[in-house]
């Protein structure tokens, strides 16, 4: 399948100087089975298997808008580590997959303020 639910959640912290530090964790988990790839076409295996990718991300930047704006745009980056994990019934253990994967982002966008408590962003990473 090529899509799927991912669930997650995060916290961010804006310091007086407009400096925003944030924190956000999120999965993604899905069973099918194993499939081989030939010229582009794909030939169910049948054997089942189980996906789940599991990010973790930390990121700062600055927010270019006091508190008191309704609009408020932002730039920042941060690192990012990426849990993979790829276990099949009749797999042995070496070839399960459990590995982490370091990365870096860039990011950008604006944040509508909605309450004193709560704001709802698009952003660009």
Same mark, same amino acid.
């Given at each position: 399948s090529k899509s799927g639910v991912v669930f997650g959640g @995060? =916290? $961010? &912290?804006v310091l007086p100087q407009r400096?925003? !530090?944030s924190a956000r964790? %999120? *999965?993604f988990q899905k069973s099918g089975s194993l499939v081989f790839v030939a010229n582009g076409e794909h030939f169910d295996l049948g054997i089942p298997t189980d996906v789940s990718?599991?990010? &973790?991300? !930390? %990121? /700062? @930047? +600055? *927010?270019? =808008? %006091?508190a008191r704006s309704a609009v408020i745009p932002y730039a920042g980056g941060g !690192? @990012?580590?990426? *849990? +993979?994990? $790829?276990s099949s019934t009749f797999a042995t253990a070496t070839e399960? /997959?459990?590995e982490t994967f370091r990365g870096y982002q860039l990011l950008g966008g604006a944040e509508f303020r909605a309450? *004193?408590?709560?704001?709802? =962003?698009g952003e660009i990473e």
């Open positions: @995060g =916290a $961010e &912290f400096i925003f !530090v964790a %999120s *999965r990718i599991t990010p &973790f991300e !930390v %990121s /700062a @930047g +600055y *927010r270019f =808008a %006091s !690192v @990012g580590w990426h *849990r +993979y994990k $790829e399960n /997959a459990d309450g *004193r408590w709560i704001g709802i =962003a």
